[in-house]
């Protein structure tokens, strides 16, 4: 089973192979708010991050993480609700020997519910479950933005709009990639691991996923590497494309655009 259930928490959780294997892709949760926002806002503040990201605004405060990680929270109910009914019916054929329902096939879902990247730092010595990890970064997979289009054009608010009416476990959805990490753990291959694990694990299986896009801005070394290492191709670079973002300091810059080849 690619999703993981924590036995003591009944937490659902996305692994990383060896030599990674100590680091988790969870879903946001309800009760570690205030310590993932303080983890999230000292990362996004740092000047080895912020300058390469688009999405979350800078200065990022306290109140921004917190707002986002209720705001996935909500988002992740259903689909929290779901895997563990589903882990516990998993349980209860064990126990039973009753097979009946393994060739049901599993429900596609529309969101890519496993966000936080966690180091594990203690574990149950009785069952081998974490007992207490920290944030780290994150990684993510929505409908894509369509950043090769100009920014703020109806060109680009059309194909989101129309990338966004296919429904749920459709092929043609097209699927873009995001993702940050801590600068404490660049380096050791953290990130390319965990790409290639949310892409097996979950957004394959339950998302379906057939179409995936990623970009980064020209010098974000690490986010090229991570890319290539996981069957990205770059498809074109677009000079000066970016807007520029004067709270980070940051004239316009230009930016790669890949398509996804497959997993290698």
């Known amino acids: 089973?690619?999703?993981?259930?924590?036995?003591?928490?009944?937490?659902?959780?996305?692994?990383?192979?060896?030599?990674?294997?100590?680091?988790?892709?969870?879903?946001?949760?309800?009760?570690?708010?205030?310590?993932?926002?303080?983890?999230?806002?000292?990362?996004?503040?740092?000047?080895?991050?912020?300058?390469?990201?688009?999405?979350?605004?800078?200065?990022?405060?306290?109140?921004?993480?917190?707002?986002?990680?209720?705001?996935?929270?909500?988002?992740?109910?259903?689909?929290?609700?779901?895997?563990?009914?589903?882990?516990?019916?998993?349980?209860?054929?064990?126990?039973?020997?009753?097979?009946?329902?393994?060739?049901?096939?599993?429900?596609?879902?529309?969101?890519?519910?496993?966000?936080?990247?966690?180091?594990?730092?203690?574990?149950?010595?009785?069952?081998?479950?974490?007992?207490?990890?920290?944030?780290?970064g994150s990684i993510s997979i929505t409908r894509y933005a369509f950043y090769e289009l100009e920014h703020g054009s109806s060109a680009r608010e059309e194909a989101q709009a129309r990338n966004n009416e296919v429904p749920a476990g459709d092929k043609d959805i097209v699927w873009g990639l995001g993702n940050y990490l801590s600068p404490k753990y660049h380096g050791q291959g953290i990130m390319t691991l965990a790409v290639r694990t949310l892409i097996r694990d979950w957004a394959i299986p339950r998302m379906n996923l057939h179409i995936l896009k990623a970009s980064y801005l020209v010098g974000n070394t690490g986010s090229s590497k991570v890319m290539s290492k996981n069957n990205f191709e770059e498809v074109c670079t677009l000079e000066d494309w970016a807007p520029e973002s004067k709270n980070r300091g940051r004239p316009r810059m230009s930016i790669v655009v890949l398509n996804w080849k497959g997993l290698s």
Request: aromatic share 10%.
């Open 1 to 136: 089973m690619p999703v993981y259930f924590n036995p003591l928490t009944k937490e659902p959780y996305l692994r990383l192979p060896a030599p990674c294997s100590h680091i988790i892709i969870t879903m946001d949760r309800p009760h570690d708010i205030e310590e993932t926002s303080k983890a999230m806002t000292e990362i996004l503040n740092d000047p080895l991050v912020y300058p390469w990201l688009e999405g979350p605004p800078y200065p990022f405060l306290p109140e921004h993480a917190e707002d986002w990680i209720n705001m996935q929270c909500k988002q992740n109910e259903a689909i929290l609700t779901k895997l563990q009914q589903e882990y516990e019916r998993s349980k209860n054929q064990k126990q039973s020997k009753d097979s009946s329902d393994q060739d049901v096939p599993p429900e596609f879902f529309d969101v890519c519910a496993f966000r936080c990247i966690r180091e594990v730092t203690e574990y149950d010595l009785k069952t081998g479950a974490a007992l207490k990890d920290i944030f780290i």
